[in-house]
């Protein structure tokens, strides 16, 4: 800081506009890519996405004939799941930044200025929301769609495990993967919003993703076949496999029960972010 | 314009803002004196709808803040905690917050300049040290070209040079009309800006008054007096609520007089007079003398605790 500014003279605005939704979109769209820590995350989701899909159609070509004939019919059963591997993974990178978005503000006290701008607060929430779901669809649907068609042009080369975009449901699966990443991000960044803390944002993620699922098998069998698949995590996997057994959701009641817990998550995130003293 | 009614604010058990009415006048520098913890924070964050009051009300410009549909044009606030994101650039900061009511490229550019900026905007503003990070929150409060003003310890951290232009900032916004509330603990920066004070101790209105006013009821209208027949007038003037104290052989101080009345009996009993004046306490004096027993107070539950 070397020069000294003038004490006074601060020109006066000429024209002064109101806080609309969009113009709030438009800041949060600002504050998203301004970040490095948005970047480095989008840039890992990007890459998991696309490279892992590649990855395993090139270990699985080089290995199929080494296979069991009993390993090779479990993948021709699962042809789509190499397209799919990708979501699993960056699923995580796209929860945390969902988690990030929200409690960075808090942790360091941007969320002040941010409410100061913008007092009645649930704008920001939904442009938060909106803004972040455009990016991730916006870079997701181009990954997993060149995700599934090198991973494809890689078991091509080895006539294995061909599965056609026109075949019934592989377009919805493949799509659905980029479907499921976006869910994933607003569910995260309205459990952020909830915990208002970073770790304790992805941690919530984490229990009820990665945590819970699994401790469901303690459970007795029948327990387990019927509340599993009404999890979040389970309901949303749905639209991007291929099959479905007996106790797990069609593609279509599983996304919008997922959708429904997102909407749940905002709307408590909503309602905490109107009442509670910032 | 701010005005507080019977403003109140519990955390938990402990009442940080006890029942503040106040009104806060443009085209003034208002000064928001108290010592630390006794609630001027909290009454800024109150005011900007930060925080929920549990009882009673603040305005500003006439409505909640939080109602205000273009509220940067109406207010344009400082706090003392930090509310930048540390990984942005000062520059993506302003812009970000200018974006929320369309305000253009150009404005943010002109307030980088204008509080001095210029050469580290591209800087991430977690690498900013105290000065520049108040230099960035003072910009941000600019950049709404607002009708009020509402800095919590603007001049934390600047160098004497910064304190110079912060003074002369503040005074010239309210010069130009503009409500400016500015709260400080550094009375003699006050004694310098404000025209006018609110002081509060530990959530109460303790003051509100002009800043010539609160100097004279903290002082007491003490009259300095040397003469070689001190020990005769104090005898004289002493009494009836008035006080005498001698600082040292042959100079008086009196308390609950005037100098028209001593001078007036020194007159009649032949009493020669060296020197007859009023004696004003600086603000920092007054306000510790204000101030005193909330802070004693404050001290010895903490040493209870």
């Not at chain 1, 929430?125 to 990954?143: D, E, F, I, N, R």
């Not at chain 2, 609160?214 to 609520?241: C, H, I, T, W, Y």
């Amino acid at each position: 800081m070397s020069t000294a500014a003038p004490a006074v003279g601060i020109p006066a605005l000429a024209s002064k506009g109101r806080v609309t939704q969009l113009r709030v979109a438009v800041s949060e769209w600002t504050k998203l890519h301004s970040l490095r820590s948005t970047r480095w995350s989008l840039v890992v989701a990007v890459i998991l996405t696309i490279g892992l899909p590649c990855l395993f159609a090139a270990i699985l070509s080089s290995r199929w004939g080494h296979l069991s004939p009993g390993e090779r019919a479990d993948h021709m059963r699962h042809p789509l799941e190499v397209a799919t591997a990708g979501v699993n993974l960056s699923q995580l990178a796209i929860a945390v930044l969902g988690v990030l978005v929200i409690t960075g503000e808090y942790s360091t006290g941007m969320i002040r200025s941010t409410f100061i701008a913008v007092p009645k607060r649930l704008p920001v929430l939904w442009a938060k929301t909106g803004v972040y779901a455009l990016v991730v669809a916006a870079l997701m649907v181009p990954s997993v769609l060149i995700g599934y068609f090198t991973s494809q042009a890689i078991l091509n080369r080895h006539h294995i495990l061909q599965v056609s975009l026109s075949h019934h449901g592989v377009a919805r699966a493949v799509l659905g993967g980029a479907l499921f990443l976006v869910l994933t991000g607003v569910f995260a960044l309205g459990i952020g919003a909830i915990v208002r803390n970073t770790a304790g944002g992805i941690a919530t993620f984490a229990a009820i993703f990665f945590v819970i699922p699994p401790l469901m098998n303690i459970l007795p069998t029948s327990w387990n076949n019927a509340i599993s698949q009404y999890l979040p995590s389970n309901a949303g996997r749905s639209v991007f496999a291929l099959t479905h057994d007996a106790h797990s959701l069609r593609p279509l009641p599983g996304i919008l029960l997922f959708a429904g817990y997102c909407a749940v998550a905002l709307a408590i995130a909503a309602v905490l972010l109107v009442r509670r003293d910032t | 314009m701010i005005e507080a009614r019977g403003l109140t604010k519990d955390y938990g058990p402990k009442r940080a803002v006890d029942d503040l009415t106040f009104t806060v006048k443009p085209g003034v520098v208002t000064g928001f004196l108290g010592p630390n913890g006794s609630g001027k924070s909290t009454t800024m964050r109150l005011a900007l709808s930060l925080d929920g009051p549990t009882a009673g009300d603040v305005t500003v410009n006439g409505k909640h803040y939080r109602d205000h549909t273009a509220p940067l044009h109406e207010v344009g606030a400082l706090l003392e905690a930090r509310s930048v994101h540390t990984g942005r650039s000062a520059y993506n900061h302003l812009l970000a917050l200018a974006q929320t009511h369309g305000i253009p490229r150009k404005r943010v550019d002109t307030l980088v300049d204008f509080v001095g900026l210029h050469d580290v905007a591209r800087k991430r503003a977690g690498q900013f040290s105290l000065g520049m990070g108040q230099r960035l929150g003072i910009a941000a409060a600019l950049l709404g070209d607002p009708a009020t003003l509402l800095l919590d310890e603007p001049s934390n951290g600047l160098d004497p040079e910064g304190i110079h232009w912060i003074r002369n900032l503040l005074r010239s916004l309210a010069a130009e009309g503009r409500t400016v509330f500015v709260s400080s603990h550094l009375m003699s920066e006050m004694a310098l800006t404000a025209d006018h004070v609110i002081v509060i101790g530990r959530g109460k209105l303790i003051a509100d008054m002009s800043v010539d006013e609160f100097v004279r009821m903290a002082s007491g209208n003490a009259v300095r007096v040397r003469s070689p027949q001190a020990v005769k007038l104090s005898e004289l003037v002493a009494g009836d609520g008035v006080i005498v104290a001698s600082p040292e052989p042959g100079t008086l101080e009196i308390r609950g007089s005037t100098a028209e009345k001593i001078g007036e009996t020194a007159a009649a009993h032949g009493i020669v007079l060296h020197e007859l004046a009023g004696v004003q306490a600086s603000l920092e004096e007054a306000f510790m003398e204000l101030t005193r027993g909330e802070v004693e107070y404050k001290s010895g539950e903490e040493i209870a605790a």
